[in-house]
């Protein structure tokens, strides 16, 4: 365990009030929120114990595994003494116990030439497929004329989203789109925590970005399974797009994107226009 249990649970605790769970407010609070002590009487657990874990010391008390890990006895009460929703609570247990790691981070992603099909024949759908970094691996006709992958923009959502002044002109809810983004990353990193890759783009955009910077700093956690989002395109206008998302089985760290609007709607009319213009799509650059 590393700093960022720590400060997951110190940014969860901040948000909840001693009355809302019951307990009565009193005495001069250096910090918004609930006290270790308070957190630890309300879970079960002895003081000593919550504060090892907040502190990444490991904990000394029965609450650990026969491997040495925080029971889910445990996780499962803090989850519920913090209110964590189902997203958190999965990230809780993937940083207080992380996965084993052999050093060199998840391996290269590859699609394969049925996903690519599977792509191509979606002629109405813009549809692409991410790895756990957000990174683009391959896409269709139609998502290329959408978000123009096979130009010399990064293929890194979010290095386009918080280092490519475009994406102030793409999206016009940006604050939303960055914040989703963000929460979804520190989730996807909250599964590989030893992933070089991902602790070196986090690194890059925390020194570039400031909105990166005091987003991460939220420890917001949410995945972006389904959604919409409204784009701002320099020759279509305006899309509104709803999109759903699909894990690879073989590949579970690949995940299809794909774009779904509505039948006869004024997006899905402009989506066909943008189609017939763009047919052929050039093959998305394989990952070393």
């Known amino acids: 365990m590393d700093g960022e249990l720590g400060d997951f649970l110190r940014s969860r605790r901040a948000r909840i009030r001693p009355d809302e769970v019951g307990l009565p407010s009193y005495g001069r609070r250096r910090v918004p929120g609930l006290r270790r002590e308070e957190v630890a009487q309300l879970a079960g657990v002895s003081v000593d114990y919550y504060v090892r874990l907040e502190q990444g010391r490991g904990p000394g008390d029965p609450g650990r595994t026969k491997s040495g890990g925080v029971s889910?006895?445990?996780?499962?009460?803090?989850?519920?003494?913090?209110?964590?929703?189902?997203?958190?609570?999965?990230?809780?247990?993937?940083?207080?116990?992380?996965?084993?790691?052999?050093?060199?981070?998840?391996?290269a992603s590859r699609v394969r030439p049925g996903v690519r099909l599977l792509l191509d024949g979606m002629?109405?759908?813009?549809?692409?497929?991410?790895?756990?970094?957000?990174?683009?691996l391959a896409w269709n006709a139609l998502a290329d004329a959408v978000l123009g992958f096979s130009g010399p923009g990064d293929l890194s959502l979010p290095r386009r989203l918080f280092l490519d002044p475009a994406s102030y002109e793409l999206y016009p809810d940006r604050p939303a789109i960055a914040a989703q983004t963000v929460a979804h990353l520190?989730?996807?990193?909250?599964?590989?925590?030893?992933?070089?890759?991902?602790?070196?783009?986090?690194?890059?955009?925390?020194?570039?970005?400031?909105?990166?910077?005091?987003?991460?700093?939220?420890?917001?956690v949410r995945p972006c399974d389904h959604g919409v989002k409204v784009l701002r395109h320099p020759v279509a206008g305006l899309l509104t797009l709803p999109y759903e998302t699909l894990t690879i089985p073989s590949a579970p760290d690949q995940t299809i994107v794909a774009y779904t609007p509505e039948p006869g709607s004024e997006t899905a009319e402009r989506l066909a226009l943008l189609g017939s213009w763009s047919s052929v799509v050039p093959e998305a650059p394989e990952r070393a």
């Open 123 to 136: 002629d109405r759908n813009p549809a692409y497929v991410l790895d756990h970094r957000m990174e683009v």
């Open 186 to 220: 520190r989730l996807q990193a909250g599964h590989h925590p030893g992933d070089p890759a991902t602790g070196e783009l986090v690194a890059e955009l925390t020194r570039a970005s400031e909105e990166f910077r005091r987003l991460w700093a939220d420890h917001l």
């Open 72 to 107: 889910d006895a445990v996780l499962d009460a803090i989850a519920r003494v913090l209110r964590l929703d189902e997203a958190e609570h999965a990230y809780l247990r993937a940083v207080a116990r992380p996965r084993r790691q052999d050093g060199h981070g998840p391996a």
